[in-house]
């Protein structure tokens, strides 16, 4: 098993309707973030989060929300999904250290 | 202004030839760190290698090795001997001690291995 999982893989949805993007994971870390990916634009900072009482924006959490659930579970959500949210969003897990990010496979959402 | 540049949009390259990928980046934070992942057309994110910014030698891992030039604010990914399984996204990323542990990624080069 993988040691971030995020669920749904694949998720085709309507404009306006509300997502959720969710992420667990076994590494025992502290620090979880969620990351979009664009093509030609790499990977934009959503939200983090150093520990369950700490969130922080990055530099794209217009339109997003996150809940960090335990220490082991972060959610991104979508309130009212637009097109161009249409994306591969990835969660990342770190236990500070040199900084190294370890990602779930992706969750790839279209909608329409 | 970009704080990862990658100059590159697609390099080419023949099989057991080296290649370079360009990375420069921008920090006034003395204590960073320098990351180069690969997603491969199956979309996962690999981590490659990683160079702190007061280490003093040039980071290798396997085939990968990091020319890392700090005056000239370089992180050039050199991959030697390339395979078919090469072709990917090779992405640069850079931490900064100040802003914490979110790296910061660059846009990306396409790597293209033939035979």
């Known amino acids: 098993d993988a040691d971030v999982t995020q669920t749904p893989r694949n998720r085709i949805t309507k404009t306006g309707k509300r997502i959720m993007l969710e992420c667990s994971q076994t590494?025992?870390?502290?620090?979880m973030y969620w990351y979009r990916q664009d093509p030609g634009l790499g990977l934009q900072l959503i939200y983090y989060?150093?520990?369950?009482?700490?969130?922080n924006k990055g530099e794209i959490s217009d339109g997003y929300s996150v809940s960090r659930q335990a220490q082991a579970k972060f959610s991104l959500s979508l309130e009212s999904a637009i097109p161009n949210q249409t994306a591969l969003y990835f969660c990342a897990t770190s236990s500070g250290g040199t900084g190294e990010l370890f990602f779930g496979e992706g969750s790839r959402l279209t909608v329409l | 202004a970009q704080k990862i540049t990658q100059t590159q949009p697609g390099m080419f390259v023949q099989e057991k030839e080296a290649v370079t990928l360009d990375c420069t980046y921008d920090?006034?934070?003395?204590?960073?760190?320098l990351f180069w992942y690969k997603q491969p057309s199956s979309g996962e994110m690999i981590f490659l290698i990683y160079?702190?910014?007061?280490?003093?030698q040039n980071a290798t891992e396997g085939r990968y090795s990091l020319n890392f030039q700090k005056a000239r604010k370089s992180a050039n990914l050199v991959i030697s001997a390339s395979q078919l399984g090469d072709s990917a996204m090779y992405f640069c990323?850079?931490?900064?001690?100040?802003?914490?542990?979110?790296?910061?990624f660059g846009k990306g080069t396409t790597l293209s291995v033939s035979s």
């Open positions: 990323a850079m931490r900064e001690r100040q802003a914490g542990t979110a790296l910061i």
């Open positions: 160079q702190g910014s007061y280490d003093q």
């Open positions: 920090t006034s934070d003395p204590s960073y760190g």
């Open positions: 989060s150093f520990d369950v009482k700490d969130i």
């Open positions: 590494k025992g870390h502290d620090r």
